[in-house]
């Protein structure tokens, strides 16, 4: 039996037994495939098995607005670059919009089932099965609007949700250790000499809390790796036989339809190419090089048994049992109290420090491919094979790489310290590759490769760094000036995420500066507001300090012109302990503080009210929900009066006076139970209140004696010549309806001037002090209260204003109406020293409210009646 012959019958065993015991053949290729349709029936449920193998999905440097360098070679920008695996094509906006408010939804809902703090993680958890659902929902759309066998693409935004879902998934691994874990671990007394690696490396991981870090850190980025992967089935043959084309052509020499015209290797074993120094047949050549980066995909993804058992599947079990040797020995038996005749099986690899040191070797070696070199590099902390791959692909794929030769490195150092076996030695470049996480970082931030080093300055990548190396306070820092700054655009999907994630650290006691926090909150909140959704702002809201409450959700609800919306986002606020009577106080004076415009002003002259005045009104309408604050409610209106009747908008004061429900001094009355216990603001507003109902009335009533005095008074019949006794009767009867009509005008003309003229006098004859001045009373007003002083400035120009009004048209209403000896008892009620109404007058407009009285005394007098005291005084 000739070498070739040898060589083929050692690759057509059905099965291949390794020491390990760990190498099947024939059984594996079913196992395979049956691997391979389960992970392609989760990826597809998923909805993420189209997704592409590297985190350029997760690539959200689109959303940096400039100051990027294009990379060396002109090609893609940064923002290019992260729209290579994404495309807005594939769905419509209005998707991801509806997606993004139900996202906001769910996390809100999800907080309110989990608010205790022990809750953290299942509330985490929560979060990414929404994000799953979501992603999902938006995955299995836009497939709908796909055309047949184009690809899928991801929207950006969708991009970001992938990234977000990730990061949530990297803070549940971390801070469980970190919160449960490492507070667990006591202090680990220091381990003597021992045989066994396994057990050094075990003391290792349970009191090294960085080295457990990276480890969970790698297992992050193989799980995403895993599930970005679109399931491929690879090739697989009926016999477990290794370069089958090489084979056929070195057995069937001449006979070969696609045979090599070149020499080829002469020996099928391991070595043969390398040895020989001559090539296999160009389709095993290509077979191999498939193998090698399936190999190396799979152990990318944590995948060690898939990536041996497709070796056995290629025929190639050697390489299969190649990937053992870097497992930890550990010896059952040597430290076994009860010693007795059955011995357990030796676990690892016994001379892993030779298989290292030749795995070094091969790493190094320009004989093999570069895949093959990767996976060897992987297994024993070889950085430069790894990174000749791996830097044509993402941030992640370096990152792990890096952190897998820092966690080699380290767990070496700690068996050769602490193992009683001598080791071979590693070479120097070898222990020289130990780096810090920080270093890591600097390193991908400088790397070469643009795509890797403009990756590092993503939005998810920067969140995701500083959650690794635990600088909470960093990462708030950067994402203040993410938040100041305009290079990075912060769409609401990241500020939904950052607000959740403050809100995280808060649940853990993670310390960090709150006031950043405060203005991530506040970001998405105002975004919130934009979707008009009460119980997500005043949830949210509730979240801030009360300064900030106070501001947002008055914002919030200056945006709200329903009456029924404006109650419910009240109730809202109440059932997240908002500070409601405050808010709507401030509500209410920011309209009121509002200034018009020149050209706002314009329309008063003309009796219509502009649009701030609506509004200013409108406003009021905050302060009459609760009974409570029906007080507040007669001082703001009473306030906005004033500022209406300074105006002499009189429109927009009757307006104003109309939004105050009937029943309100009812309930002030019910609130305080009796008019002694209501407070000096409420008793002042009170008397106000009914100030302008009686001036108002007052106008109304001249307005409609007016109405009624010009309009109203029926016209003569036209004069027409009479020729007939029909043209005659008619006429009379025209005659006697009009002075039937004129008489009852007249009798309606006194009664209305009866009632017009007291309802003046009820303005001019207040009770007590009089219209417009507060009554003396025991009550303390408030101290130092601006708007208090204001007040009564304004009430006093009001009464300078309003009086001579008021007795101008009284004068007016007895002149027109001939009750001249009415003018001369309004003399009399002007010139009274109980009230001192002539006070109110400038001296030119007393003089001439004088003169007009002694007109009406001089027609008394030309009339032959009594001009000084008149018909009216001696009845």
């Not at 099986?345 to 070797?361: T, Y």
Request: with cysteine.
């Amino acid at each position: 039996m000739n070498k070739l012959e040898r060589t083929l019958q050692l690759l057509d065993e059905s099965t291949v037994q390794s020491p390990s015991g760990l190498l099947r053949s024939k059984d594996s290729v079913r196992y395979l495939q049956q691997q391979a349709r389960e992970e392609q029936r989760q990826l597809g449920a998923s909805g993420l098995g189209d997704s592409m193998m590297l985190d350029s999905v997760q690539d959200v440097g689109l959303y940096r607005t400039g100051g990027e360098l294009e990379p060396a070679g002109g090609g893609l920008s940064g923002s290019q670059l992260s729209l290579v695996a994404g495309s807005t094509v594939s769905y419509t906006n209005a998707n991801v919009r509806e997606a993004s408010k139900q996202l906001c939804e769910e996390f809100l809902q999800v907080l309110q089932r989990y608010s205790n703090a022990s809750d953290v993680f299942e509330a985490t958890e929560e979060l990414v099965k929404s994000l799953d659902d979501t992603l999902v929902q938006l995955n299995n759309a836009s497939k709908q609007l796909l055309p047949t066998g184009r690809e899928r693409r991801l929207h950006a935004e969708e991009m970001w949700l992938n990234a977000e879902r990730d990061t949530w998934r990297l803070m549940i691994c971390l801070y469980r250790d970190r919160l449960i874990t490492q507070k667990q671990d006591s202090e680990m007394d220091d381990l003597p000499l021992v045989n066994s690696e396994q057990t050094i490396i075990s003391h290792l991981y349970g009191g090294n809390a960085n080295l457990r870090e990276y480890q969970i850190i790698v297992d992050w980025l193989e799980q995403m790796a895993l599930r970005q992967q679109q399931t491929e089935l690879g090739h697989y043959m009926n016999r477990t036989v290794a370069w089958e084309n090489t084979l056929h052509q070195l057995l069937e020499v001449g006979q070969t339809a696609f045979g090599s015209g070149r020499a080829l290797v002469k020996g099928l074993d391991p070595d043969a190419p390398i040895r020989e120094k001559l090539p296999l047949h160009d389709l095993d050549m290509e077979d191999q090089t498939q193998l090698a980066k399936q190999v190396f995909r799979a152990i990318r993804q944590g995948r060690l048994k898939e990536a041996q058992i497709k070796c056995e599947n290629y025929g190639q079990a050697w390489k299969a049992a190649l990937l053992e040797g870097w497992r930890l020995h550990h010896d059952p038996n040597y430290d076994r109290e009860n010693v007795s005749l059955a011995r357990e099986p030796i676990e690892g690899n016994p001379r892993r420090d030779l298989w290292k040191k030749f795995a070094w070797q091969m790493a190094e070696s320009r004989m093999l491919d570069p895949y093959t070199k990767a996976t060897i590099g992987s297994l024993c902390g070889h950085l430069d094979s790894m990174v000749e791959v791996l830097s044509e692909h993402s941030w992640n794929d370096m990152l792990w790489a890096y952190l897998k030769v820092q966690i080699d490195i380290r767990v070496e150092s700690e068996i050769r310290s602490h193992c009683v076996k001598s080791y071979l030695p590693m070479p120097d470049r070898y222990w020289n590759g130990k780096m810090s996480l920080e270093q890591i970082f600097d390193a991908l931030e400088a790397h070469k490769n643009a795509r890797i080093s403009l990756a590092a300055k993503d939005v998810d990548k920067v969140i995701q760094k500083y959650i690794m190396l635990d600088d909470i306070p960093e990462l708030m820092r950067t994402v203040d000036g993410w938040l100041e700054g305009t290079e990075v655009v912060l769409i609401p999907q990241m500020l939904r995420f950052l607000t959740h994630f403050v809100m995280f650290l808060r649940q853990i006691g993670k310390t960090f500066q709150e006031d950043i926090g405060d203005r991530v909150v506040k970001r998405y909140v105002e975004y919130l507001s934009t979707l008009g959704s009460a119980h997500m702002v005043a949830f949210y809201t509730a979240a801030l300090p009360p300064a900030m409450q106070l501001l947002l959700y008055s914002q919030f609800l200056q945006t709200i012109s329903d009456s029924q919306q404006r109650k419910q986002a009240l109730e809202q606020a109440y059932n997240f302990g908002l500070d409601v009577p405050t808010i709507t106080v401030y509500t209410v004076e920011w309209y009121r503080a509002l200034e018009a415009t020149e050209d706002e002003l314009a329309p008063i002259a003309s009796g219509r009210l502009t649009e701030l005045d609506e509004q200013k009104i409108s406003a009021l309408e905050w302060l009459t929900f609760y009974p409570d604050q029906r007080g507040e409610l007669l001082w703001q209106s009473n306030t906005l009066i004033r500022y209406f009747l300074a105006r002499r908008s009189i429109e927009a004061a009757r307006k104003t006076f109309a939004v105050i429900p009937a029943d309100t001094m009812e309930l002030i009355f019910t609130h305080y139970g009796s008019k002694d216990d209501i407070p000096c603001r409420e008793e002042v507003s009170i008397r106000e209140y009914l100030c302008y109902q009686t001036y108002l009335a007052a106008i109304q009533g001249y307005n409609d004696w007016c109405q009624l005095f010009y309009n109203g008074k029926p016209k003569p019949p036209p004069a027409v010549k009479l020729s007939n006794f029909t043209e005659r009767v008619t006429s009379e009867h025209r005659e006697a309806t009009y002075r039937k009509e004129l008489s009852n005008w007249e009798l309606r003309v006194a009664e209305l001037t009866n009632l017009t003229r007291d309802l003046l006098y009820n303005v001019l004859l207040f009770p007590e002090a009089g219209w417009l001045v507060d009554t003396d009373t025991t009550k303390p007003p408030p101290d130092d209260d601006e708007d208090w002083l204001h007040r009564a400035v304004q009430m006093e120009n009001l009464r300078k204003l309003c009086i001579p009004e008021i007795v101008l048209l009284l004068h007016q209403l007895h002149t027109l109406t001939e009750r001249y000896s009415e003018n001369l008892l309004l003399a009399d009620v002007l010139s009274s020293e109980t009230r001192k109404l002539y006070s109110v007058f400038p001296k030119h407009k007393l003089a001439e409210t004088l003169t007009k009285i002694a007109e009406s005394s001089l027609t008394l007098m030309n009339a032959r009646k009594d001009p000084f005291v008149g018909d009216a005084a001696k009845k």
